[in-house]
T-cell receptor, first 113, second 113 residues
Framework: EAQVTQNPRYLITVTGKKLTVTCSQN?????MSWYRQDPGLGLRQIYY???????DKGDVPEGYKVSRKEKRNFPLILESPSPNQTSLYFC????????????FGEGSRLTVL | AQTVTQSQPEMSVQEAETVTLSCTYD???????LFWYKQPPSRQMILVIR??????QNATENRFSVNFQKAAKSFSLKISDSQLGDTAMYFC??????????FGKGTKLTVNP
């Protein structure tokens, strides 16, 4: 089954404790992206990757890191989480950036205390 | 920069009735793509419908159709014969070639029995 898998789905952590949200897709997609969703703000792009070893900042990259060492994986790293990073996070993939047809993961609800 | 505006934060409709969600966008481009995404309470977002700006014919997917008014920069989604499973957050999105997908802030639709 074609899918985008994120883990963990739910996480409560404390300020400053490094965490990684994993994202994996099995569709051989070149393009992958991370979004955060906050009430009243919609979806905002954090980082994206056009292909392996190619990543770039989105609209709200501060406080986040990513890597794309393999085509299927695109982890999101919070080196020192802060309460303002409490949010719902989505990973998405697409065959290419210019299709606009994103396949989304189920989301990861992160709470930073 | 392109902007996408969804002026209705929340809407409700009775089961079996028709509802229209509005979306406007701002661009000086002539070629672009427009999308409606659906995010059910289970949270995974899925693509509902896509429209290419160069096509005059409005896109249709079963009970979902769009009213694309290029001159007015309007892209509304019509849901016919609403079902309880249509209850979701709906996001309008805009894509210009070579750039990233831009989302509106969403409209929360509730279908009442």
């Amino acid at each position: 089954e074609a899918q985008v898998t994120q883990n963990p789905r739910y996480l409560i952590t404390v300020t400053g404790k490094k965490l990684t949200v994993t994202c994996s897709q099995n569709m051989n997609h070149e393009y992958m992206s991370w979004y955060r969703q906050d009430p009243g703000l919609g979806l905002r792009q954090i980082y994206y990757s056009m292909n392996v070893e190619v990543t770039d900042k989105g609209d709200v990259p501060e406080g986040y890191k990513v890597s794309r060492k393999e085509k299927r994986n695109f982890p999101l790293i919070l080196e020192s989480p802060s309460p303002n990073q409490t949010s719902l996070y989505f990973c998405a993939s697409s065959p290419r950036q210019d299709t606009g047809e994103l396949f989304f993961g189920e989301g990861s609800r992160l709470t930073v205390l | 920069a392109q902007t996408v505006t969804q002026s209705q934060p929340e809407m409700s409709v009775q089961e079996a009735e028709t509802v229209t969600l509005s979306c406007t966008y701002d661009t000086s481009e002539n070629n672009y793509y427009l999308f409606w995404y659906k995010q059910p309470p289970s949270r995974q977002m899925i693509l509902v419908i896509r429209q290419e700006a160069y096509k005059q014919q409005n896109a249709t997917e079963n009970r979902f159709s769009v009213n694309f008014q290029k001159a007015a920069k309007s892209f509304s989604l019509k849901i016919s014969d609403s079902q309880l499973g249509d209850t979701a957050m709906y996001f309008c999105a805009f894509l210009k070639n070579g750039e990233k997908l831009v989302f509106g802030k969403g409209t929360k639709l509730t279908v009442n029995p």
